[in-house]
């Protein structure tokens, strides 16, 4: 019954990806079922936080506005947190300064 329930919570496509085309890779109970959903999203949140990291550390400011270019590194900052990893604000800071054209 619960593997029933949180089939139908799931988007069509999250279903879809996590059921998989074959009978053989579908998950059979619900505890099946929801680590199926975990690594699902485990690793989409692993792309998330290798990519907002590195745009972190290699975004410049180059010939944007301050105001863009600082919206922009918070809000790779705030994407990590997302994910649950968190940028401390000192590191914040310094990725911030390193990208400007100075």
């Known amino acids: 019954m619960l593997y029933v329930w949180l089939l139908c919570a799931l988007e069509p496509q999250v279903a879809t990806s996590v059921t998989g085309k074959s009978i053989e890779t579908r998950p059979k109970t619900a505890h099946d079922l929801r680590k199926s959903i975990e690594n699902l999203y485990c690793f989409n949140n692993r792309a998330q936080i290798q990519y907002n990291r590195t745009a972190l550390r290699t975004t410049t400011k180059r010939s944007s506005k ?10 790779y900052a705030d994407n990590l947190a997302t994910v649950g990893d968190f940028v401390i604000e000192s590191e914040l800071v310094s990725c911030t300064l390193s990208g400007l054209d100075i």
């Open 66 to 75: 301050m105001i863009d270019y600082l919206r922009k590194m918070k809000g």
